[in-house]
């Protein structure tokens, strides 16, 4: 009688180790956004974990969007101001950051 409850009681606890392995997270689970945000990540870090699971996977990652509009770079004043600092600066080039540089 014994030995039958010792190899029940056996039985019992390899289900459920087994079960306990099945219920485990996978790297998938722990990197989800629902997963992320329920765990008090801000919405930057989300987007962030999402853009490196991109960049492993090799999928096609969106590029970001600069947050001023390229007018405001391309006004008058602004251009003033890039001309004024690239004279100033006795070592950058007058060619600094335009497309007519030659090698």
Avoid at 70 to 94: C, E, G, H, I, N
Wanted: glycine share 2%.
């Amino acid at each position: 009688m014994k030995k039958i409850n010792l190899t029940i009681f056996i039985a019992l606890v390899m289900i459920g180790l087994c079960c306990i392995s099945s219920k485990a997270m996978s790297p998938n689970d722990s990197t989800s956004a629902d997963y992320l945000k329920k765990h008090g990540y801000s919405a930057e870090m989300v987007r962030l974990v999402n853009v490196q699971k991109d960049r492993t996977e090799q999928k096609e990652v969106p590029a970001e969007e600069k947050n001023f509009k390229k007018a405001v770079w391309d006004s008058k004043p602004m251009k003033t101001l890039k001309q004024m600092f690239r004279t100033s600066d006795v070592t950058m080039s007058p060619d600094f950051g335009n497309n007519k540089i030659k090698f």
